[in-house]
């Protein structure tokens, strides 16, 4: 009975630890992963890029929200329950933002391997104008 009750706690603890492993994931994209997030995904994109940066390229329907001292009080305009798709210029600095809105309570969260810079190089699609 001991035995019994021991591999049930064993089993429901193996299962409760992996669902909430998974429920707040960060996870490095490659361009053509990013690609298909923002063509079939319901993914919230954001650019950490300073305005400047941002106003000379950023992907299509991106919003800017610079990755400063200010970021986290930034957050509260983003839905935490969708995905959430991030890159900056190199990717050095989306990693860190990353941490962040995991903290903050973002589930599923991308970040674009290389950055913005990556993305241009493997020749996608950008817009160079400021949307906002």
Not at 86 to 93: D, K
């Amino acid at each position: 009975m001991k035995l019994r009750f021991l591999i049930i706690f064993l089993i429901s603890f193996a299962v409760y630890s992996c669902k909430d492993a998974s429920a707040n994931e960060i996870k490095v994209v490659t361009v053509e992963e990013m690609n298909t997030h923002l063509q079939y995904g319901n993914v919230q994109v954001i650019d950490l890029q300073p305005e400047i940066e941002y106003n000379k390229s950023h992907l299509l329907n991106a919003a800017n929200i610079i990755y400063d001292k200010d970021f986290r009080k930034k957050l509260d305009k983003l839905d935490k329950t969708k995905p959430i798709a991030i890159y900056c210029t190199t990717g050095s600095v989306s990693p860190k933002a990353a941490k962040i809105l995991n903290k903050a309570g973002f589930e599923h969260i991308y970040i674009l391997d290389g950055g913005i810079k990556k993305w241009i190089a493997e020749k996608r699609e950008i817009s160079e104008t400021a949307k906002f």
